[in-house]
Structures are given as structure tokens and as C-alpha cells.
């Protein structure tokens, strides 16, 4: 348990690692550590002494005058099989995650899944309560942090077809859109920026604090605010990353020296609309209807003149689909349209009845053709 809490001495960590270096206790004790510091009260019920027997007979130990710290180290082993023999018993391995499970990974590397209907405490390695989690939301102004001395961060991922909802710490409400990863700190420094990391597309609502700006990360993009409104699109593989601002400013800028460095950053007012092209690190600024940028926030696919080859990369993250669109002529045209609960199905007969073209459905694959 001292190597799990990160307690280990380093004389300690030098014959654990003498230990492990036979292959198969390596084998075992990885095999185990991967459902690592789950504590629970039931875990008393264990006969570790029957454990600790039946480990150092399959390990067979030929040197027995060991020093006393080996058995220390030893004895972190069979912990950590007894702790493991349990969880294989009651918990499935993180191995087993499906890839469409929202999930929040915590600071140790563990990995909890987070049902939308489901209630739990998210704890840290010492089982404090850091946040609590209700359904599609996690809430870490709930949890019994204090102010850190360094950050310390988790990361919530949301898989294609769904989305969620986190209240930070210091009460910044994000919504996180389809296919969309958000690394934060549990509590943010006293003294520091407020900054998380985003990949993919949220929706911020800035608590407002003067002495802490907040920053957006975002490859190599950030985006500066006291206290605001905003959405921030940046999906790995698109060729822009975008910005709108809904209420308050923003300031943008990026990591390469151009004209879009910190020292000339650019000013966003609400209602505006800023592109940035990974290419040729241009940046576009124009005024906008937000209320297209933001529905998905309420559940909503809102599209107003459109082109069909964007409308079908939103469509893939909403509903966890992957579209071939072999009718090229297609993906220039422009559609209007306004989608909330219908399936894909529903969605595609729709664009059909303003133009006409043939789709075949096959599982998660779509392909579409001439009519």
C-alpha cells in the first residue's frame, strides 16, 4: 500500500523492484495493481494471512535471510493481491471499459466510469471526497478540497453520441459536447490562472475572479477570460479551431510567433465569431448568431445555412455514427434545419426531402449515394 500512495522509501522502492524483476511476479503484481486503491471496510473479511502463505509459496522465495525491509516490500505484494483478489471478485477491470462509457480519470491514473443515472463520490488517493457525481453532472465545489499547494488534475472524456456537465471547483460551469476530453484541477492555486485543457468542443459559463484569470488550453490555442460566457469547438483532425462569445470578452492567442502571440492577442465582444486555421494560423473574426453555436447545449442540432460536408461531421459526434458520403455533389449545398429528439434515421429523411439522395444504414455505418 506505501507504493500505491506514493509513501514508498526509496531503499524500499530498490527491493521492491529487485522483487518484480523475475517476470512472472512482475506479471502478477500488474495483473493486480491495475484495480489498485479501491478501499473498502470488506476487505477485512480477507484471510491475508492465508494470502500472504499462498503468495510466497508461488513467488518461492529462495533467499530467506532477507533483510527486514524485504518483507516490508513483500507484504506491500501481498497487500496489493489481497486488494486485488477482492476487486477482481466485485468490480470489473479497467480494461473493460466500453468505448462508449463516460469516464473520469483521476489523479493516482485510476479511471471510474460514470453512469447518467448513476450517484457516487469521486474520492481521492487518501478517500477524501474531492466532487460528486449526479447523473450528467460532476460537481467539485461539493468536495472537501482545500486550498492546494500544486495542481492536481483529473480528466473527464465524453464519448461520441452523449454529454456532460462539471461545475468546478471554483464555480465555472462546462458543458462538454460529444467526443470532447477536459483535464482540470481538482482546486484551483490561490495565486495562479485558472486553466484547464480542452479537446474537443465545450461551453463555459466563467465564475468571475479578477486576481485568477481563466484559460482555456487547447493545442497550442488559448483563450483568456475574467469572468464570461463562451464556446470553445477544437476537435483533433478539424482544420480551425473556433471561438464564440456570448456574454463578457475574451482575449485569443496562440503559442507560435505571429501575429496571433499573447502580446497582441485579440479581443472578442459578444455576438462575435473567431476561426483559426491550423494551416496558415490566420484568424477570421465575424459576427454572429450565437444561439447556432450554443444549442447543443440544451440537446438542440441547430443548423442555418450550413454546408452538408460540416453537417455531417456534427452528426457523427451526436449520434456515435461514422458517414460516407460517396454523392460529392452533396456536400456543398445548404440546408436550414432544427433537430432535438429525432434518431439518425429521422434526421437523414429529413435532408431528403430538400434534396433527394439514397443512404443505407448498417449498424454505426452510413453510406450515402446518388438518388
Known amino acids: 500500500m506505501k507504493y500505491l500512495s506514493g509513501q514508498i522509501t526509496e531503499k524500499e522502492l530498490f527491493d521492491l523492484e529487485s522483487l518484480l524483476a523475475d517476470a512472472a511476479n512482475r506479471e502478477e503484481f500488474e495483473k493486480y495493481a491495475e484495480d489498485h486503491y479501491f478501499v473498502n471496510k470488506k476487505l477485512t473479511s480477507l484471510d491475508l494471512e492465508k494470502e500472504y502463505t499462498a503468495t510466497l509459496h508461488r513467488i518461492d522465495i529462495k533467499k530467506k535471510k532477507r533483510k527486514q525491509v524485504f518483507y516490508r516490500v513483500a507484504a506491500i505484494l501481498i497487500i496489493v493481491l489481497g486488494i486485488g483478489l477482492y476487486m477482481k471478485l466485485s468490480v470489473p477491470s479497467q480494461t473493460e471499459i466500453p468505448p462508449d462509457t463516460i469516464t473520469i480519470k483521476l489523479?493516482?491514473?485510476?479511471?471510474?466510469?460514470?453512469?447518467?443515472?448513476?450517484?457516487?463520490?469521486?474520492?481521492?488517493?487518501?478517500?477524501?471526497?474531492?466532487?460528486?457525481?449526479?447523473?450528467?453532472?460532476?460537481?467539485?465545489?461539493?468536495?472537501?478540497?482545500?486550498?492546494?499547494?500544486?495542481?492536481?488534475?483529473?480528466?473527464?472524456?465524453?464519448?461520441?453520441?452523449?454529454?456532460?456537465?462539471?461545475?468546478?471547483?471554483?464555480?465555472?460551469?462546462?458543458?462538454?459536447?460529444?467526443?470532447?476530453?477536459?483535464?482540470?484541477?481538482?482546486?484551483?492555486?490561490?495565486?495562479?490562472?485558472?486553466?484547464?485543457?480542452?479537446?474537443?468542443?465545450?461551453?463555459?459559463?466563467?465564475?468571475?475572479?479578477?486576481?485568477?484569470?481563466?484559460?482555456?488550453?487547447?493545442?497550442?490555442?488559448?483563450?483568456?477570460?475574467?469572468?464570461?460566457?463562451?464556446?470553445?469547438?477544437?476537435?483533433?483532425?478539424?482544420?480551425?479551431?473556433?471561438?464564440?462569445?456570448?456574454?463578457?470578452?475574451?482575449?485569443?492567442?496562440?503559442?507560435?510567433?505571429?501575429?496571433?502571440?499573447?502580446?497582441?492577442?485579440?479581443?472578442?465582444?459578444?455576438?462575435?465569431?473567431?476561426?483559426?486555421?491550423?494551416?496558415?494560423?490566420?484568424?477570421?473574426?465575424?459576427?454572429?448568431?450565437?444561439?447556432?453555436?450554443?444549442?447543443?447545449?440544451?440537446?438542440?442540432?441547430?443548423?442555418?445555412?450550413r454546408p452538408f460536408s460540416e453537417i455531417i461531421r456534427v452528426l457523427e459526434r451526436h449520434y456515435n455514427v461514422q458517414i460516407t458520403n460517396r454523392y460529392k455533389e452533396l456536400e456543398n449545398k445548404r440546408f436550414f434545419a432544427k433537430f432535438d429528439v429525432e434518431n439518425i434515421e429521422e434526421v437523414l429523411r429529413s435532408f431528403q426531402g430538400s434534396e433527394p439522395f439514397s443512404y443505407q444504414i448498417n449498424g454505426d455505418n452510413i453510406i450515402i449515394d446518388k438518388p
Do not use: C
Open 107 to 305: 489523479h493516482n491514473g485510476k479511471i471510474k466510469k460514470l453512469s447518467e443515472e448513476g450517484v457516487s463520490n469521486i474520492l481521492d488517493k487518501e478517500g477524501n471526497t474531492i466532487a460528486r457525481h449526479d447523473g450528467s453532472i460532476i460537481n467539485y465545489r461539493s468536495g472537501d478540497t482545500t486550498s492546494p499547494k500544486k495542481a492536481v488534475y483529473n480528466e473527464l472524456s465524453v464519448p461520441f453520441g452523449k454529454k456532460f456537465r462539471l461545475l468546478l471547483e471554483d464555480g465555472t460551469k462546462v458543458s462538454l459536447n460529444a467526443g470532447s476530453r477536459l483535464k482540470f484541477p481538482v482546486a484551483f492555486l490561490e495565486d495562479q490562472p485558472r486553466e484547464v485543457f480542452l479537446e474537443g468542443e465545450a461551453f463555459f459559463d466563467v465564475a468571475k475572479d479578477r486576481q485568477r484569470p481563466f484559460m482555456v488550453n487547447s493545442n497550442g490555442f488559448h483563450v483568456q477570460v475574467l469572468g464570461t460566457k463562451f464556446n470553445v469547438n477544437s476537435y483533433t483532425g478539424d482544420k480551425s479551431i473556433s471561438t464564440v462569445l456570448v456574454e463578457g470578452s475574451v482575449g485569443l492567442y496562440h503559442d507560435s510567433e505571429n501575429d496571433l502571440s499573447k502580446d497582441d492577442m485579440i479581443k472578442l465582444s459578444p455576438g462575435e465569431l473567431a476561426v483559426y486555421n491550423r494551416n496558415d494560423k490566420s484568424i477570421l473574426v465575424e459576427d454572429v448568431d450565437t444561439t447556432e453555436y450554443i444549442a447543443w447545449v440544451d440537446g438542440v442540432l441547430l443548423f442555418k445555412i
